[in-house]
């Protein structure tokens, strides 16, 4: 058994990783990291486990780290820690030799917020171009006046809302909140106005 061990290469010990980590991950979660996984196949798939060293790791850090967003570069960074944490705990490696790299540090962007003029022209202007418009502008309106992320915005169902207690319920749908936790929101004026419209 311990031979066999010694001549997993990275493609494999992925394969093993991914099979325990997926149940345990949101669908979202779980889509981020096999993607990681394809996009260091091209670079350390072939390579047996025990021969990867630091050097390794710094070399598919230089060939693959420029040209990709930062955010896209620290997902595949600790996926390939999380994959050699797991190799060591399983006794292919003695130390993890990826640790030596380092997280890039992500861009601060800039959010314009709107103000109320510009909000309600922007809308009235999706409106006015085109029937095919309008769900895209709603969609926009209840963004703004719920203060849900896209996810879970396209997820809600009338059943969440509740006209009656002045209150609405964020559950995420399949993918989940992103503390994986329901939370009930006030049905406050703006929002209930615009969900009356709606319904």
Same mark, same amino acid.
């Given at each position: &058994? ?41 670079? @350390? ?38 994959? @050699? ?44 171009l085109d029937i095919r418009y309008y769900p895209g502008a709603n969609l926009i309106e209840f963004l703004a006046y719920s203060g849900m992320r896209l996810a879970e915005a396209t997820s809600i169902l009338w059943q969440d809302v509740d006209f009656d207690n002045g209150r609405f319920v964020v559950t995420g749908g399949e993918l989940?909140?992103?503390? &994986? ?19």
């Open positions: &058994h311990t031979k066999a061990r010694s001549t997993f290469t990275f493609n494999e010990c992925a394969a093993r990783w991914l099979g325990i980590v997926t149940p345990q991950l949101k669908l979202s979660s779980a889509r981020r990291r096999k993607t990681s996984v394809e996009q260091i196949r091209p670079y @350390l798939g072939t390579v047996l486990v025990r021969n990867i060293t630091a050097t390794t790791c710094e070399a598919w850090a230089a060939k693959r780290g420029p040209g990709i967003a930062a955010s896209t570069y620290n997902n595949e960074r600790d996926t390939i820690i999380a994959i @050699l944490n797991y190799a060591k705990r399983e006794g292919m490696l003695l130390d993890n030799p990826a640790l030596v790299l380092r997280r890039r540090k992500l861009g601060k962007s800039r959010i314009v917020i709107p103000s109320k003029p510009e909000f309600e022209t922007l809308v009235a202007t999706m409106r006015a989940g909140t992103k503390n &994986h936790e329901a939370r009930v929101v006030p049905l406050f004026p703006a929002m209930r106005a615009f969900l009356e419209r709606l319904r």
